[in-house]
């Protein structure tokens, strides 16, 4: 018996066993985001955002790319995002709140 692949699916689950983070990966399957951005669309302070997206990034979950001046975070797979729509149905629009500075929201 493979215990191993288990294993990696319980802490995977683990990993999703967070509304916040989950919040965060909702947001991020709609568009990439940049970290003022998932810090407007959850009301979390921008520390504990880097937080927890560095634990995405270290679960394999998201992945962030430099664009100029901004870190722009997206899923890193096709297969996270369809977990995520088997879990919480369709993605919605981007969200657009409206005391965000990201580049998307203030275009
Ligand atoms: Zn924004």
Redesign the pocket.
Known sequence: MNTKKFQKTADLFQMLSHPVRLQMMDELRKRE?CV??LQ?VTGRPQAYISQQLRILRDADLVVDEKDGQNVFYHLRSEAVRMLLQELLGDADVPS??KD?T?P??SS
């Open positions: 985001a003022c951005h407007a657009h709140p965000c990201c998307f929201c």
